[in-house]
């Protein structure tokens, strides 16, 4: 399966809606345009998880690099909607407690 990656800029945000899978084989693609997008100071790039039904190991990985690319250059990441079964990912790691997640799962709670 494939990722699908669309980009909308904002003045001081920026938007990246995701459609697919987050694994071995799509994660670079998502960690070179992350690394690209965060590396602006100043500037909050929330990255929308609602059409994202899988993720291994290499998407959480891709998620690390990218809150520390954004806390070396003074940017802010923050994750959206994701569905219940890769936010467990998250908590599970315990990235839910350092990452700034705002999980309005869908069909379900916030």
């Known amino acids: 399966?494939?990722?699908?990656?669309?980009?909308?800029?904002?003045?001081?945000?920026?938007?990246?809606?995701?459609?697919?899978e987050i694994d071995i084989y799509t994660a670079p693609q998502?960690?070179?345009?992350?690394?690209?997008?965060?590396?602006?100071?100043?500037v909050t790039v929330e990255v929308d998880l609602e059409d994202v039904g899988y993720m291994d190991s290499t998407g959480i990985g891709?998620?690390?690099?990218?809150?520390?690319?954004?806390?070396?250059?003074?940017?802010?990441l923050r994750l959206v909607?994701?569905?219940?079964?890769?936010l467990r990912l998250f908590s599970i790691t315990?990235?839910?407690?350092i990452m700034d997640i705002n999980a309005a799962i869908r069909g379900g709670q916030e």
């Open 1 to 20: 399966m494939n990722l699908q990656i669309d980009i909308e800029k904002e003045t001081d945000l920026t938007t990246v809606y995701l459609s697919g």
């Open 30 to 42: 998502l960690k070179e345009q992350m690394v690209r997008l965060l590396e602006e100071p100043g």
């Open 62 to 76: 891709t998620f690390v690099n990218a809150l520390k690319v954004s806390n070396m250059n003074g940017s802010h």
């Open 81 to 86: 909607n994701m569905q219940d079964r890769v």
């Open 94 to 97: 315990g990235l839910d407690e």
